[in-house]
């Protein structure tokens, strides 16, 4: 069974950090491109940053995160992390983890992809 769980979410300051790990199982992690998402209440889920597990490449889709937010793999857990430093009320969200199949295949477009996690939120108080 194919399984994306996200963890680390929780409340937070602003100018505080968080760091999101989305453990999987049930497929070959490497054949798969790993992205974030976030979506917060009344706005559009939108991608954040993708890592591509066959190269290790990774893309960043959105200016506000950009030197904020980075994006890892631990091959050997099969576990992906996002890095978010210096955290702004505008993060708080409902953050989830997706995967899609093949080799750079990274997409900001979440109908993309095929499997995503529940989701943990972050939630950032002033």
């Known amino acids: 069974e194919v399984q994306l769980v996200e963890s680390g979410g929780g409340l937070v300051q602003a100018g505080g950090s968080l760091r999101l790990s989305c453990a999987a199982s049930g497929f070959t992690f490497d054949d798969y491109a790993i992205g974030w998402f976030r979506q917060a209440p009344g706005k559009e889920r939108e991608g954040l940053l993708c890592?591509?597990?066959?190269?290790?490449?990774?893309?960043s889709y959105v200016d506000s995160v950009k030197g904020r937010f980075t994006i890892s793999s631990d091959n050997a857990k099969n576990t992906v992390y996002l890095q978010m430093n210096n955290l702004k009320l505008e993060d708080t969200a409902l953050y989830y983890c997706a995967a899609v199949r093949g080799f750079g295949v990274c997409s900001y477009y979440s109908d993309e992809y095929d499997y995503w996690g529940p989701g943990t939120q972050v939630t950032v108080s002033s």
């Open positions: 890592i591509n597990k066959s190269d290790g490449s990774t893309t």
